[in-house]
Each structure stands twice: as C-alpha cells, then as structure tokens.
C-alpha cells in the first residue's frame, strides 16, 4: 500500500503462512501485526489478522489499526508490540490474583493507559482492580495552564487519564 492506502503490490499471502508456521514452530502465544500504511488503509493488515486469527487461535492478535490508527509509524508500530507483549502478562497477574495497576500518562504518550483501558473493558475486570496512575509535567508550549502542578493541568491530566482508561473513578 502506498502512502495514501492505495495497492501496490497484494498482500504477499505466502510470506504470512510463513510467519505464522515459523510462530507455530517457536511457541509464540502473542502476535501483532503493524503495516506500514495500514493507518490509510487496513485491508493487508485485517487480511493477515483473518490468518493468523485461523491458524494460531489461541494465540493473543493485535493490530495497529485496530489499536491505534494514527499516522506515526514509530507509535503505531511500538503501541501494539507492547500490548501484544503485556496483555498475556496482566492475564497471568490477574488469574493468580493480582488486583493494583499502576500507569501514567507520560508512558508512551498515554498509550498504556489506552492498552490497559482497552483490556480491562474488553475483560469486564475493571471492578477487580485498584488503578493508579500519575500525571506528567508536560503540556502545550505557550500555554502555562497545561504543565505543572497547576489545579487546570491536573484536572486537564486526571480527565485524559480516566478517559484513556474508560473508566470514571
């Protein structure tokens, strides 16, 4: 795909099988898919899901687009990798009792608190766990409001936070 979600070349089929044998063969339990261009058009990347989601059913899938479909590739790319790593991680924590959270806003721009928002919905598991999350100092340039310890920023933070982590306390 090109850079406007146009098809070049298709979807080299061959070369997922091949992946997904070589995940077969290494025991891989987690898998996430980022194409370059998927933020303009996520057909190749749904396409691969389709196969991997057939032949690894057991395996943890995740997207980019389905995750975080923005333009940024370094984003797109690490934010799934993370969750794809970190999901079956909080699944173990969780079933061997686990029940306290900690994030923060300023890991990875917010988007752990989107990965763990996502996975405690997706879970129904909210109820079972006490979250914390901390605000970072950053904010706008220009606009002295949006940093510090200001009572606008911290609101302007908590706000974010609760939404990232669907959730209202």
């Not at 333009?71 to 924590?93: E, K, M, Q």
Request: hydrophobic content about 40%; aromatic content about 8%; charged content about 25%.
């Amino acid at each position: 795909l090109d850079r406007r979600g146009r098809t070049v070349m298709p979807l080299a089929v061959d070369d997922v099988h091949r992946a997904i044998d070589l995940f077969r063969q290494e025991g891989v339990s987690a898998v996430a898919i980022c194409f370059m261009n998927a933020f303009a058009n996520p057909a190749h990347e749904q396409a691969a899901a389709e196969l991997v989601r057939r032949e690894l059913p057991d395996a943890f899938l995740t997207t980019s687009t389905e995750l975080l479909p923005a333009i940024r590739f370094y984003d797109r790319g690490s934010t799934p990798a993370l969750n794809a790593y970190v999901r079956p991680i909080l699944d173990r924590y969780l079933e061997a009792g686990g029940n306290f959270i900690d994030t923060a806003d300023g890991y990875t721009n917010g988007a752990s608190e989107t990965i763990l928002g996502s996975y405690l919905a997706e879970r129904k598991r909210r109820d079972e766990v006490v979250l914390a999350t901390k605000f970072s100092f950053g904010g706008r340039a220009g606009d002295p409001n949006a940093g510090g310890n200001g009572r606008k920023n911290i609101h302007r933070a908590l706000e974010g936070s609760l939404r990232r982590l669907r959730t209202d306390y």
